[in-house]
T-cell receptor, first 116, second 113 residues
Framework: AQTVTQSQPEMSVQEAETVTLSCTYDTSESDYYLFWYKQPPSRQMILVIRQEAYKQQNATENRFSVNFQKAAKSFSLKISDSQLGDAAMYFCAYRTSQGGSEKLVFGKGTKLTVNP | NAGVMQNPRHLVRRRGQEARLRCSPMKGHSHVYWYRQLPEEGLKFMVYLQKENIIDESGMPKERFSAEFPKEGPSILRIQQVVRGDSAAYFC???????????FGDGTRLSIL
């Protein structure tokens, strides 16, 4: 079974600085999807960024980018120019590409604090 | 274009009662997923449904829990004879196709007295 590990329960960053959140996963599959979701205090689950394993290019969405290291099974999230609104829980998630099992497997999350 | 709608937002039940959680997927989405989030934990998959069919229920407890997604109307997650341990946030997500990103609702926070 696939597992996702987020080794940083909490992180903090100064406003306007850059922070990197770590995520590793375990799988025997060669093709899959990886995601980062943000959960602010309002408890919504917001998709931040998505990476397809067969794509070597790292995904980027404005201030958010990933460092996808397939061989190392690592998928870190970099937030540049951090803003107060970035404060939230961040969850890394894995999903197989095989049909019939589209469930997301989540890590336990990293709580990000942004200091003014 | 409305997102995934879950209701109620908060639900309080006494031990032994039934809880019904509703989820209306995004317009045009026929794939629905239910997840449970315990305090200080990530989300755990419960069940995946596609109109009138349960595709994967590997995360559902064997007893007291059931889910449906009828041809008409919202998806329902039903918990019978609730216990304190059922207290959690229950999230629904939907997708257009099975290989498309899942979009989440705001969740239902279930509290058991």
């Amino acid at each position: 079974a696939q597992t996702v590990t987020q080794s940083q329960p909490e992180m903090s960053v100064q406003e306007a600085e850059t922070v990197t959140l770590s995520c590793t996963y375990d799988t025997s599959e060669s093709d899959y999807y990886l995601f980062w979701y943000k959960q602010p205090p309002s408890r919504q689950m917001i998709l931040v960024i998505r990476q397809e394993a067969y794509k070597q290019q790292n995904a980027t969405e404005n201030r958010f980018s990933v460092n996808f290291q397939k061989a190392a099974k690592s998928f870190s999230l970099k937030i540049s120019d951090s803003q107060l609104g970035d404060a939230a829980m961040y969850f890394c998630a894995y999903r197989t590409s095989q049909g019939g099992s589209e469930k997301l497997v989540f890590g336990k999350g990293t709580k990000l604090t942004v200091n003014p | 274009n409305a997102g995934v709608m879950q209701n109620p937002r908060h639900l309080v039940r006494r031990r032994g009662q039934e809880a019904r959680l509703r989820c209306s997927p995004m317009k045009g989405h026929s794939h629905v997923y239910w997840y449970r989030q315990l305090p200080e934990e990530g989300l755990k998959f419960m069940v995946y449904l596609q109109k009138e069919n349960i595709i994967d229920e590997s995360g559902m407890p064997k007893e007291r829990f059931s889910a449906e997604f009828p041809k008409e109307g919202p998806s329902i997650l039903r918990i019978q004879q609730v216990v304190r341990g059922d207290s959690a946030a229950y999230f629904c997500a939907s997708s257009l196709q099975s290989n498309q990103p899942q979009h989440f609702g705001d969740g239902t926070r279930l509290s058991i007295l």
